[in-house]
């Protein structure tokens, strides 16, 4: 059984999502982008949760915290945290360091600190940007830190992201935004590497299938 201290993230945490949540990224994405949400009812509202979802644009990671309902950690590059506003700042709202230089196995290891404090831990499964906002070549990543851990994972998908930044436009752009939620997928049984790549697969085309939607 969970102990009641991985059921949540930490209350200052959580305050400070509502209050940046409710006063910016929620009217932004409902005015602005007339953003749309559906399956919310599908999100679990406490406990350690891998969010994967596909990835076209630096606004994904707010959208996607707001969309959920709750807040979801995602990684950032170790240089944010030597900036000492910066670094609580980004720290508050869940991000944790990863040395690039390291790669997957520091990335594994702080996300599974995250999940064992109760957090949402956020992964985009091509591990980068995409152009259309399609998952072709899907990480495995995602896959090992569920089974690992031994949470769920909750595949989104984010559509129109894409559009917002415009080569040659200084703002954003006014463009209309859909985040579907699917439901709850259980984490692989084991790390071999067959069952991470099922799930993986079983992500990546519930993630675009949504898209089509």
Request: glycine share 6%; proline share 8%.
């Amino acid at each position: 059984m969970k102990s009641a201290s991985r059921q949540r993230e930490p209350r200052v945490n959580l305050l400070l999502y509502h209050l940046f949540k409710w006063s910016v990224v929620a009217p932004t994405f409902h005015v602005y982008f007339k953003g749309r949400i559906q399956g919310a009812e599908n999100v679990p509202k406490t406990g350690p949760l891998v969010v994967v979802s596909n990835h076209a644009s630096y606004f994904d990671p707010p959208i996607l915290s707001n969309c959920v309902g709750r807040p979801v950690a995602f990684m950032a590059k170790e240089e944010l945290f030597s900036i000492p506003i910066l670094k609580q700042s980004i720290s508050l709202y869940g991000a944790y360091p990863v040395k690039r230089e390291k790669g997957d196995r520091a990335a594994i290891k702080a996300a599974l600190t995250m999940l064992n404090q109760g957090w949402a831990v956020g992964i985009f499964l091509e591990g980068t940007r995409t152009p259309d906002s399609r998952i072709y070549q899907p990480k495995l990543g995602a896959a090992l830190i569920a089974a690992k851990a031994k949470v769920p994972l909750l595949p989104v998908s984010l559509q129109g992201t894409e559009q917002i930044l415009v080569k040659g436009k200084r703002l954003p752009q006014s463009v209309p935004l859909v985040v579907r939620i699917g439901e709850v997928i259980p984490p692989p049984e084991s790390t071999n590497k067959a069952e991470l790549e099922a799930i993986t697969t079983q992500c990546a085309l519930t993630i675009n299938q949504m898209l089509l939607e």
